[in-house]
């Protein structure tokens, strides 16, 4: 199957389609902008840029648990939400998040979304967590677009969170033409750049673009995703986990903050913007998304 880039064929008018696996918008049929998939654990599995090219890399061969975009914590009460394979720095105990049903799917005109219930199961079958999901893609722009992610998670127990760097609400897995050791730029709202002057630091939104060849058509285009953190998170601005070989996380767990805990019955919502686009972060007008999306203005370079 082909991806095509929003903006090379805004012309096609997309589609959704849905199964009992996964929601798909793609224009002509086969070209696919947006794919979300339930299965081996839901994620983001394609986020089609103006190159026509995927943007995420799901499950590379390095580290099979980064699935596009995904939702993972390594420790909640002693058990793992995050690694697929046996072994690792983890807890032995190893859970699951898992699709119980959608809530809803809806379309209208170039804007669609879903609404997914999930259930975080501990090693012993027991749902410990209830996530209401929520992920809206809007191609009303043409030459860019915005996935907004909207999680909530009601705890049906006591909860504390371990203080581990394996932890993505959401997690990030750019395709290696999009990573720093890929040749790709990383940029913040602070305007740090690159792994060494990002990890760990505070930031309302984090960019990375490349240039990458135009399906078809050989000439290179720059594009980009940039994750923007939402002003009403808890710990906004977040401090990022940053990897020059690939993930970002605008949630990094607790590596950088004390452990926190939730009560049984109370609520945590994380919200994000995903902004895909043609240019580099500057030339795309980032930081005004933000703003756009909620953060201070003074926040801004």
Known sequence: MTSAGPGAFAWFPPSLTVTDDEVTVAAQGCFVIFRYAIRPRPHIATLCGPAGRNLLEDSPVDHLHHRGVWWGHGDVNGVD?????????????????EHVRWRSISEEGRRFGLVEELAWRDHRGEVVIDELRSVVVDLAAGDRYVVDLDSRYTALVDLAFGDTKEAALPGIRPAEALTTAGGA?????????????????????????????????????TEGVACVDHPENPGYPNRWFTRGYGPVSPFPGHHFQ??????????????HRLLIHAGDAE???????????????????
């Open 81 to 97: 939400y995050y690694l697929e394979l046996a072994g690792g720095d983890g807890p032995a105990e190893r859970g699951a998040i």
């Open 185 to 221: 730029a990383m940029t913040n709202a602070r305007g740090q750049t690159g792994e060494a002057a990002t990890f760990g630091q505070p930031a309302e939104w984090l960019d990375i673009s490349s240039s990458r060849s135009v399906i078809y058509l050989g000439a290179e285009v």
């Open 258 to 271: 004390p452990d926190r805990a939730l009560a049984r019955g109370a609520e945590m919502r994380l919200r």
């Open 283 to 301: 030339a795309a007008g980032v930081a005004a998304a933000a703003i756009e999306y909620g953060a201070p203005p003074e926040t801004a370079p």
